[in-house]
């Protein structure tokens, strides 16, 4: 009698059923309600007992008959619906008794924080675009605070990779060997020498260094972005501009410094009417010396300078230190910018605000953005990299054009040569 | 007694203990498992479901404001500050941290650090990297870690330059790969044959190489790893098309406008027979001389996430330059064609539809698109990543904001990133022979 097995099952299943759902806070589902079972329960039933028919005849066990085949769809269906609805509410049941029934609240006002915004002008967090000027991060190398757009190329001189880095090591090196020359007070005392090159004491310093040109204002009068605005200012040869109408002239000529020592300054190459022809003899066998017209001082660059042509620097020498001056032999690598300090963290520093400052003439059309960079504009980093004359990177694999493609001006050792004259500062 | 059902830890404990025995008796006696089987879990191995543990449920008793995370949710997503012409690297970074594989793997903490010191591993960093970018913070995150690691172990992208996104990821997944071995400069062997770490297991597909012999028809094989394929485009001047498009009909879906190279296009030419010519004799193995041959490229081993290049940039000695040319890409993906189990049927070049579309094993969807702006010297790298399975979405470094998908599929593509639909468990053999081979 299929009918009252199915009832009994039906029944017990019920009443389990109902002790475990009095534990629920959820209402049971519909149709395990004893009352409104029979009629899709039934329904399914007669569907499962058909197609098990047709099951076991297509395996040609047709020796069952038909009111064993009943029984067997009813076993099997009310396994099936046991399971479906037991087996959840046991869950409910379990989730409620070891205490993380309740983990599926959510709570609805923080949700709304996270709804993804689709709106012109405002990115999905409803954010407005390109105010992202500001963020900073610490290097890992130098453990200082760096604007994050600027960060690659800080990251490119810190580890000592960019295109400058050897050409400014070889400046900061030949600048600490000419602080000890002309400085013989402090040569002894290094921890003097100490201070004066920390990152706090830098003003000190040049004022120190610089006694004879103690009205120079508060600047490197020699750092690359100087030369750079040289450059576009093309300074013209002394020929033409030095003769008799140089007024005595106090450096700042149009730029000013900014407070921050460390940030880029302007001003273009020494002035040279305040030095001493002992002074302008030494400065002459190390750096370009042209004058230039704009500015009124001479270049600090090397004596390869490309700026400025051989004859131009004769042209120079001849003038102050008269006809039988002659153009020194130019050494592989020393630059005597002048540099005061010798502290690699304060060039760094100095050096951040650089961009890709690149000295070579080939480079003249992305030295101006890499400038509005220097200056911390914040431009769009997008607008500096559609503007950049850029080398071929985008190669393919293997192909890489590495920094070794990269003209250089004069190929520089990242040490220098001659070990004498460095031994003390090492 | 309450007549209540009662929960013991310890009972079910051991009744879980007793039930994993059970199941790795059952897997053991069967002697041949196949993919199907295998595909349902609990065959050798069971998953258990998360349950909380009673400081758990005290520390979430105290946090009220819980959020379920539903599909109109900004969790996953934020952007990338550029930290100076490193929009390619950012690009790559949103590709593979919505690799849904590679973000299951690190969301669940499966890294464990093998490398001497873990400030210096590539892999904890990425581990870092996707923790940042999945905590809803709406702030743009700032890579500079990752740039800095990058430098220091693929001295060859070190620099304050534009470069290629195809070449970083190649280089990151390098890398990757080395530190999840804990090797720092590439000294072991790392035959990619046989290494199981997670780049491998997603990224590492085999390329099979046919050479056969013209005159005894010998085929000489091998097959190579890769991580990428990258394809030829039409327009290029090595380039050579022997098929128009619109010949065949279309494959993978994809709309077929005449006159429009498809990505099935470039994939059929990437495999197709390739005669070489009489200045390019190989010494066949078999009959020991010095024959013309043909040389075929197929796919012996599928790799989970598909990673597909375009060669837009042209360093040919004429010119260099970039091909602009639209390629269609489709959403969905079937490489059965492309596989070396069917290179039988391509006779002639013809293409046979395949027959038994019905399994899924080598289908793929799309979920990330890397798009290149500008020229071979400066340009700009975007991507669309996918989220949320069917929700689009450009990353344009600090700025994401919603995309639709015909503004996915109708961008330039340079780099595709397709992941397998259906993913299958190893079966005991198979990874008994690897671990054996390794």
């Known amino acids: 009698m299929p009918g009252l097995s199915s009832g009994q099952r039906g029944g017990r299943a019920g009443g389990r059923l109902q002790r475990c759902l009095g534990l629920t806070t959820t209402p049971p589902p519909p149709c395990v309600q004893p009352c409104c079972r029979p009629l899709c329960y039934e329904q399914s039933e007669r569907r499962l007992h058909k197609s098990l028919q047709m099951k076991m005849e297509e395996m040609s066990l047709s020796g069952l008959d038909n009111s064993k085949l009943e029984a067997i769809a009813q076993e099997i269906y009310a396994d099936l619906v046991e399971d479906s609805c037991l087996g959840f ?139 750079k605005s040289l450059k576009h200012k093309n300074g013209f040869s002394v020929c033409t501009s030095a003769s008799n109408t140089l007024p005595l002239l106090f450096s700042s000529s149009g730029e000013l410094s900014n407070s921050d020592p460390f940030k880029y300054n302007n001003s273009t190459g020494i002035s040279y009417e305040t030095l001493g022809p002992e002074e302008l003899r030494s400065l002459l066998t190390t750096q370009c010396g042209v004058i230039s017209e704009h500015t009124k001082k001479m270049c600090t660059r090397s004596l390869r300078c490309p700026q400025h042509t051989d004859e131009q620097r004769r042209t120079v020498r001849i003038y102050f230190l008269g006809p039988s001056a002659v153009l020194p032999e130019v050494e592989s690598s020393l630059d005597n910018d002048s540099f005061d300090m010798t502290d690699s963290q304060a060039l760094i520093s100095r050096l951040q605000w650089d961009g ?71 | 007694m309450c007549k209540d059902y009662v929960y013991d830890k310890d009972i079910e404990q051991i009744a879980k203990e007793e039930q994993g025995e059970a199941l790795k008796l059952q897997a053991s006696t069967s002697t041949e498992v196949s993919h199907q089987q295998c595909s349902v879990p609990g065959l050798g191995e069971k998953f258990p479901t998360w349950e909380t543990t009673k400081p758990e449920l005290e520390l979430l008793g105290h946090n009220p404001r819980r959020r379920r995370i539903t599909s109109s949710f900004t969790i996953g997503l934020r952007g990338l500050i550029n930290l100076g012409n490193t929009c390619f690297m950012n690009c790559i970074v949103q590709a593979l941290t919505h690799t849904p594989i590679l973000r299951d793997f690190f969301l669940s903490d499966r890294h464990r650090c093998e490398m001497p010191s873990p400030e210096l591993c590539l892999v904890c960093e990425m581990s870092s990297l996707f923790r940042e970018l999945y905590s809803g913070n709406p702030s743009p995150h700032v890579p500079y870690k990752l740039l800095h690691l990058v430098w220091i172990h693929a001295r060859h992208l070190a620099g304050y330059r534009q470069q290629d996104a195809h070449e970083f990821l190649i280089a990151a997944l390098d890398v990757l790969h080395r530190h999840c071995k804990g090797d720092d400069v590439g000294k072991a062997a790392n035959n990619p044959n046989h290494c199981n770490c997670i780049i491998d297991q997603i990224f590492t597909g085999g390329l099979q190489s046919d050479v056969t012999c013209q005159a005894c028809h010998g085929v000489s094989t091998t097959i190579d790893p890769c991580w990428d394929i990258s394809l030829d485009l039409p327009g290029s001047c090595t380039s050579f098309w022997p098929m128009s ?56 081993k599928l790799p989970v996430v598909a990673c597909f290049h375009f060669k837009r940039f042209e360093h040919s000695a004429k010119q260099r330059r970039k091909i602009t040319t639209y390629i269609s890409f489709p959403l969905e993906l079937d490489m059965t064609p492309f596989m070396a189990s069917s290179k039988e049927s391509r006779i002639n070049g013809q293409l046979q539809l395949p027959t038994n579309s019905g399994n899924n094993e080598n289908k793929y969807s799309l979920f990330a698109v890397v798009n290149h702006q500008g020229t071979l010297e400066s340009g700009h790298y975007t991507s669309f990543i996918r989220h949320h399975k069917d929700q689009w979405f450009k990353c344009d470094d600090a700025v994401i904001t919603k995309a639709s998908i015909k503004d996915v599929l109708d961008s330039e593509g340079y780099l595709l990133f397709y992941h397998k639909q259906v993913l299958e468990h190893e079966s005991e053999k198979v990874k008994e022979m690897n671990t054996q081979a390794y």
């Open chain 1, 89 to 227: 509410c046991f869950e409910v049941h379990r989730a409620v008794k070891c205490g993380y029934f309740f983990l599926d609240d959510t709570d609805p006002d923080s949700m709304k924080d996270f709804e993804i915004v689709d709106q012109p002008g405002l990115d999905i967090f409803g954010q407005v675009f390109n105010q992202w000027k500001s963020k900073e991060c610490v290097c890992p190398n130098c453990s200082r605070s760096i604007a994050a757009s600027r960060f690659a190329p800080h990251l490119e001189k810190c580890l000592g990779m960019g295109r400058n880095s050897s050409r400014i090591a070889n400046r900061r090196i030949a600048n600490s060997n000419n602080m000890n020359k002309s400085e013989s007070d402090q040569e002894d005392n290094d921890d003097i020498n100490d201070n004066d090159w920390s990152y706090g004491s830098e003003k000190k310093a040049k004022k120190r260094k610089s006694d004879k040109l103690w009205y120079l204002p508060f600047q490197n009068p020699n750092s690359p972005r100087r030369s």
């Open chain 1, 356 to 426: 890709s400052s690149d000295l070579s003439p080939s480079d003249s059309g992305s030295s101006k953005t890499s400038e509005n960079q220097g200056w911390g504009l914040g431009t769009n980093s997008s607008e500096s990299r559609k503007t950049k004359k850029k080398k071929s990177h985008l190669s393919l694999v293997g192909t890489a054009s590495g920094l070794g493609s990269n003209k250089k001006k004069k190929p520089k050792p990242p040490a220098p040569p001659t070990p004498s004259i460095y031994d003390d500062i090492n």
């Open chain 2, 245 to 300: 498009p619109g010949r065949e009909s279309s494959v993978n879906g994809e709309s077929h406008i005449p006159g429009i190279t498809t990505l099935t296009d470039c994939l059929r030419r990437f495999t197709r027979p390739e005669h070489l010519g009489s200045s390019a004799k190989i010494k066949c193995g078999s009959c020991q001389s010095y024959q013309e041959s043909t040389k075929q490229l197929t796919m012996n």
